[in-house]
């Protein structure tokens, strides 16, 4: 879809001014918002029953922090 590379880049220009927090099922909308942010997509899975952010620690350290 030709449009969800153009949302991306909307979102990523709004999110320059204020936070934004976008949930999306769409990879093509997550890959246009890393384009134009710059900004790692992360994702949320399920693992034993517990809801998890992938890159993220149970701690809350974010792997790209880590050294």
């Known amino acids: 879809m030709a449009i969800l590379p153009a949302l991306g880049r909307l979102i990523a220009r709004a999110a320059e001014r204020t936070q934004v927090w976008v949930v999306t099922h769409s990879q093509i909308l997550a890959d246009a918002l890393e384009d134009a942010s ?16 992938e890159g993220i620690s149970r701690l809350g350290v974010m792997d790209d922090d880590e050294g």
């Open 38 to 53: 710059g900004v790692r997509p992360r994702r949320v899975y399920k693992q034993d029953g517990e809801t998890l952010i």
